[in-house]
Every structure is written in structure tokens, then in C-alpha cells.
């Protein structure tokens, strides 16, 4: 870390990176893992990093990054694509036209995202449920964005605020918080949250910015080649058995001591990885020979997946080395100097959080970095409200999600926007979470103290 620059300096080299990041890939079209790469040189080199930490901060960046997310896109893709072509999407979105109509089928879309989202990563969620949302579009004749933004929406809601998310988890045990009250207290402001930012802010931004269906998720969609369609009920259970699995794994954790045996294989079937394994293994089943696929015809699914999913990684990757590097530039310690005196705690945890998230690009990072600069905050504050000041940090962390930041590009990809059209809808609905978030959970404190 470079010690020779002042914290406005290092944030005005970051700030420069980032502007820099935007006009190489929007105005001068640049593609955006190069243009990555370059940023992360750039910071690396202008913060006076040693040039040997530069590259080798980038990557480790990439190398964590993908580490998991690699997995975790191929095997969301492969199920996905299952999803698709056993007809389980059209399955699934005709119900759901049939019991809802078609003009509440965000709402539908974004109360399954959200209780989805309690229990799976971001990307999972995403690759999980991005086929229905496109075979709901398609079916219904509905704006992609109309759809896929509640979808994401109900899923990063529940990651930014929701047990037993890592962000979240962290600021617990740093703070000292209760995790059963902290439960409690997310899904409280977390569903008024996914509501306001989800449908009625997607109804606001998707006539705004029109959107052919394209990307990772329109991959998913094309005719079905089943012979036979699954069951209503079969392509349900496949879908949510990720779900499920991870779900024991944590209900294993909160229940039986460590070192039990039934809670090490629960761990074991139920890490995110493991669990989407069996599911795919299952659809080869549910999705697959019974409905008439042979295994020539899975084997060709499976490989075709390869490489809608290279670039996407490719670029995720390149967002995790990018937000290393700035975090080793100094700029994390840089922002843990702009706390301000008289400010509530909860708010001050909230504008921390922010700041670091739209400096590193991590959500996940911006909460454990901002708990640990507000254990001072909270020792010196013992009446603050615990529970609440993990969901406000865990609100600020999703504040304006931009190009340093891996589910940004995720986002991109899968729906198939460019730069511009992913800044006007899915930073405007992280935005939007951030800040009704913090609205209901200032609300809540206040009620809170009257009893």
C-alpha cells in the first residue's frame, strides 16, 4: 500500500480509474475485460504500489473471484439450460400467467426472487430464475426489464441484508449483534425493500430504456427439444433443490454442534457449489431421460453452455482483480477517515459502507471492511441498535453498483445491455434499495425504541 498520497489523493486516482474505465468501454468501445485490465494498472501504477503487488494483486483478485463464481456460473448455466429445452421454463411460466395474469407477474416474479435469494448467492438466484423471467417475457409479450429487474431486485436484497449471507454474517460477529433478531429484523425491511425497488421502480425504468431480449439469458430460452413436458411440481422441486440443500446446511449450522458428523456432510451438500452439482445431476433425470432426451442430447446442451459463459467470466474476473487492486491501493483506509462526529450511527455505517462499495466494487467487502472501522462507533455508542446497524451497513454496501463491480457485469451479460443501458437500470435499482433500505430501517429504529 502506498503511504506517500493523501486519502483525497488516492480517492481522486480512484475516481480517475473509474471515469477512465466508463469512457474506454462506452465511448471508445474497448472491450471491457482490456479495459479492466488497464484500469487495474493504472491505479496499481499511479498510487505508487510496489510493481511487484500490482499485477499480483490483480491476480488474486481474479483468482478469488472466480474461484467460486466460475463454478457457480457453469453449473447455473447448465441447469438453466435444462430448464429451457425439457420445457420446465414454459411449464413454469404458463402457471404463472394462468394464476396471476399477466399484469402482476413482476410482483410473482419478485416474492420468488427474494425468498429464493434468502437461501442462494446473487449469481446463483440469477441463473436459477433467469429463464423463467425471459420464457414469462416471451410468453407474455412483457419488457425483459420489466421482469429481470424484480428478479434482481428480490435477489440482491436479500444478499446485501439477509443471514446467512457472508456480508452480513461478518458485521455480526464484529459487532456483537443477535443473528436470530437480525433475521428477523431483515426480512421486515428486506420485503418492503425488494417490493419498492422491484416492480414499482422496474415499472418507472423499463419503458425508459427499451431492451431486445439478448445475453447469457437469452441463451436459455430457444424452443425446447423434450419430447415430453415435466410436471408442474417436478420443475419446481428441481429448480428450488439448490435451495433446499443449503437451506439443511444452514438450519445444520444453527443446530448441531460443530464437529457433529450430520452437520459436516450437511456443510459438505450444502455449499453452494455441491448443491448446484446434485441439481444438475438430478435435472439430467427430471429435465432430461424423462422427457425423452438421450444422452447424446444432454452431453450437446451441456457443451454448448462452454462458451455463452467464457466472456461473462472472463469479465467478472477482470472486475475482481480491478476491485483488489483498489483496495490495496490504500483506498479502503482513505475512506475510513471521512467519518464524520454527530452523525447517527446507523446512518454514518450506511455512508461508509456506501462510499467503500462504490470505491472496491464489492458489496461483500464493503460490509466487512465498514464493520470493522464500526466496532469504535458501537463501543462508544452501547444503546445503538446492533441488529439494525448490520442492515444499514448491509444497505449501504449495494449503493450504485458501476464497472468495478463483478455483479455489474454479471447483470450485463446475462440480460445482453451495453455499459449505459445497465447504468440506467440496475445501478438505479441498487440505488433504489440503498436507499429505501435506510428510509425503513431509520423508520424502524425509531419504533423500536418505543418499546
Keep these: 500500500m502506498a503511504a506517500v498520497f493523501t486519502p483525497n489523493e488516492l480517492l481522486l486516482i480512484a475516481l480517475g480509474s473509474i471515469v477512465g474505465l466508463v469512457l474506454l468501454i462506452a465511448r471508445f468501445k474497448c472491450n471491457a475485460f482490456v479495459a479492466l485490465v488497464c484500469a487495474s494498472l493504472f491505479v496499481g501504477v499511479a498510487s505508487r504500489m510496489e510493481m511487484s503487488r500490482v499485477v499480483a494483486s490483480f491476480q488474486e483478485g481474479v483468482g478469488n473471484t472466480l474461484g467460486f463464481l466460475a463454478m457457480i456460473v457453469a453449473l447455473g448455466t447448465i441447469l438453466g439450460k435444462m430448464l429451457a429445452e425439457s420445457g420446465a421454463a414454459e411449464v413454469i411460466a404458463n402457471r404463472m400467467v394462468g394464476l396471476l395474469g399477466r399484469e402482476r ?78 433475521i428477523l429484523w431483515s426480512v421486515l425491511v428486506g420485503a418492503p425493500t425488494a417490493l419498492i425497488t422491484g416492480p414499482l421502480l422496474a415499472r418507472w425504468v423499463s419503458p425508459r430504456v427499451p431492451l431486445q ?9 430457444a424452443e425446447p427439444a423434450a419430447k415430453r413436458r415435466p ?20 438450519v445444520a449450522d444453527l443446530t448441531l454442534p460443530a464437529g457433529h458428523g450430520v452437520r459436516q456432510w450437511a456443510d459438505l ?27 447424446g442430447q444432454i452431453l450437446k446442451f451441456t457443451d454448448q453452455c462452454v462458451a455463452p459463459a467464457a466472456n461473462i467470466l472472463l469479465v467478472i474476473g477482470a472486475g475482481g482483480g480491478f476491485s483488489k487492486v483498489l483496495a490495496e491501493s490504500g483506498v479502503g483506509s482513505a475512506i475510513s477517515q471521512l467519518g464524520g462526529a454527530g452523525i447517527s450511527p446507523l446512518l454514518l455505517g450506511w455512508l461508509m459502507a456506501g462510499v467503500l462499495r462504490i470505491a472496491v466494487g464489492s458489496a461483500t467487502v464493503a460490509i466487512t ?83
Design 105 to 182: 407477474l413482476d410482483y410473482a416474479v419478485m416474492l420468488v426472487s427474494f425468498l429464493v435469494g434468502i437461501s442462494v448467492f446473487f449469481g446463483v438466484g440469477v441463473v436459477l430464475l433467469g429463464p423463467v423471467a425471459f420464457m414469462l417475457a416471451r410468453q407474455t409479450g412483457t419488457p425483459i426489464l420489466r421482469l429481470a429487474l424484480p428478479m434482481a431486485a428480490g435477489l440482491s436484497t436479500a444478499h446485501g441484508l439477509i443471514p446467512p449471507h457472508p456480508g452480513p454474517m461478518v458485521a455480526i460477529g464484529k459487532i456483537g449483534a443477535d443473528t436470530g433478531k437480525t
Design 269 to 295: 451438500v450444502g455449499s453452494p457449489v455441491v448443491a448446484l452439482l446434485v441439481a444438475v445431476l438430478f435435472s439430467f433425470w427430471s429435465f432430461g431421460t424423462r422427457c425423452g432426451l438421450n444422452g
Design 369 to 451: 471492511m465498514t464493520a470493522g472501522l464500526m466496532v469504535p462507533v458501537v463501543q462508544a455508542n452501547p444503546g445503538v441498535n446492533r441488529e439494525l446497524l448490520v442492515l444499514a451497513m448491509g444497505a449501504g454496501s449495494l449503493i450504485l453498483s458501476h464497472v468495478n463491480d463483478s455483479g455489474f457485469w454479471f447483470v450485463k451479460e446475462y440480460l445482453g445491455m451495453d455499459v449505459g443501458q445497465t447504468l440506467r437500470t440496475w445501478t438505479v435499482v441498487e440505488t433504489g434499495i440503498a436507499v429505501v433500505a435506510i428510509g425503513i430501517i431509520l423508520v424502524a429504529d425509531r419504533v423500536a425504541l418505543l418499546f
Design 213 to 221: 431480449m439478448g445475453g447469457l439469458g437469452a441463451e436459455a430460452i
Design 231 to 250: 410436471g408442474f411440481g417436478i420443475c419446481i422441486f428441481t429448480m428450488l433443490l439448490p435451495v433446499l440443500l443449503m437451506l439443511v446446511a444452514t
